[in-house]
């Protein structure tokens, strides 16, 4: 995995072209462009507050700032696997002809969904201010946190970009199940919502752990618990070496397949 590592850096250039190439083309040809990394999690936000504040009820003080916080730290992972499962396909033409470390495709995915979770950062704190929410220590957290999901996300991306050169269908499922891990995830509800009976299914989910890290920080101003947040961060790097593995096995053959 170091090895592969070092070569991804050797490629660097390449990666930040693939990254800028895909800001680029993402909103290309659409009236509001760019604005469209702003705009998606405003509009989901309007939504949800709607539905879940003012229909399902649920009582929350400055539930749009904690709804906000969930939302643009889920479309991360959501935007990243989404998107990076057809990565390799997209790029066929680049895979066929050129040698280069093909995990640079999923990874430059990644770095474009966090590129826009940091513009969406721009609202989040104006939002907080106007919501007199208070941020503190906890914050010098923030890299840490974004790290761990960082090594966790592109882990995710690197297996399912690969597999879906072989299982097309992939790429439809995937929707389902990212719909699924959603609602598995505490961004509409909290913790303490979750009954008992059925806590032990979310905590099972290593994005419930990272979200709720984003809110402590963002949200309660304090410092997140460090038990399973060290453990999301040991299962991160385990997943990380399997997903190299599985994308080294597979991209032997991604030129024959695509």
Same mark, same amino acid.
């Given at each position: 995995?170091?090895?592969?590592?070092?070569?991804?850096?050797?490629?660097?250039?390449?990666?930040?072209?693939? !990254?800028?190439?895909? %800001?680029?083309?993402?909103?290309?040809?659409?009236?509001?462009?760019?604005?469209?990394?702003?705009?998606?999690?405003?509009?989901?936000?309007?939504?949800?507050?709607?539905?879940?504040?003012?229909?399902?009820?649920?009582?929350?003080?400055?539930?749009?700032?904690?709804?906000? $916080?969930?939302?643009?730290?889920?479309?991360?992972?959501?935007? /990243?696997?989404?998107?990076?499962?057809?990565?390799?396909?997209?790029?066929?033409?680049?895979?066929?002809?050129?040698?280069?470390?093909?995990?640079?495709?999923?990874?430059? !995915?990644?770095?474009?969904?966090?590129?826009?979770?940091?513009?969406?950062?721009?609202? %989040?704190?104006? $939002?907080?201010?106007?919501?007199?929410?208070?941020?503190?220590?906890?914050?010098?957290?923030?890299?840490?946190?974004?790290?761990?999901?960082?090594?966790? #996300?592109?882990?995710?991306?690197?297996?399912?970009?690969?597999?879906?050169?072989? &299982?097309?269908?992939?790429?439809?499922?995937?929707?389902?199940?990212?719909?699924?891990?959603?609602?598995? #995830?505490?961004?509409?509800?909290?913790?303490?919502?979750?009954?008992?009976?059925?806590?032990?299914? &979310?905590?099972?989910?290593?994005?419930?752990?990272?979200?709720?890290?984003?809110?402590?920080?963002?949200?309660?101003?304090?410092?997140?618990?460090?038990?399973?947040?060290?453990?999301?961060?040991?299962? /991160?790097?385990?997943?990380?070496?399997?997903?190299?593995? $599985?994308?080294?096995?597979?991209?032997?053959?991604?030129?024959?397949?695509?």
């Amino acid at each position: 995995m170091f090895k592969k590592i070092r070569e991804i850096y050797q490629y660097r250039q390449m990666l930040e072209s693939l !990254v800028l190439t895909d %800001l680029r083309t993402r909103y290309k040809g659409s009236f509001f462009g760019f604005l469209w990394t702003l705009l998606n999690p405003l509009l989901m936000l309007l939504v949800y507050s709607i539905v879940f504040k003012f229909i399902v009820r649920i009582d929350m003080d400055n539930y749009t700032s904690y709804l906000f $916080i969930g939302l643009i730290s889920w479309f991360l992972i959501n935007q /990243a696997v989404l998107s990076g499962t057809g990565v390799v396909i997209r790029n066929a033409g680049l895979v066929k002809k050129i040698y280069f470390p093909k995990e640079i495709l999923p990874l430059s !995915v990644v770095i474009g969904g966090v590129i826009n979770y940091f513009f969406s950062l721009l609202i %989040l704190f104006p $939002i907080l201010f106007f919501n007199k929410i208070q941020l503190g220590l906890p914050l010098l957290l923030f890299p840490i946190i974004l790290l761990v999901y960082f090594l966790f #996300t592109f882990a995710i991306t690197l297996i399912v970009s690969s597999l879906n050169v072989y &299982f097309r269908d992939l790429e439809h499922i995937l929707g389902i199940i990212m719909m699924v891990w959603f609602y598995l #995830t505490p961004i509409v509800f909290t913790s303490s919502m979750i009954p008992k009976e059925i806590k032990y299914i &979310f905590d099972y989910n290593p994005v419930k752990v990272i979200i709720e890290g984003f809110h402590d920080i963002f949200f309660y101003n304090k410092f997140p618990d460090a038990g399973p947040l060290i453990t999301v961060a040991i299962v /991160a790097l385990l997943m990380l070496y399997f997903g190299f593995f $599985i994308f080294k096995k597979l991209s032997r053959n991604f030129a024959e397949e695509i």
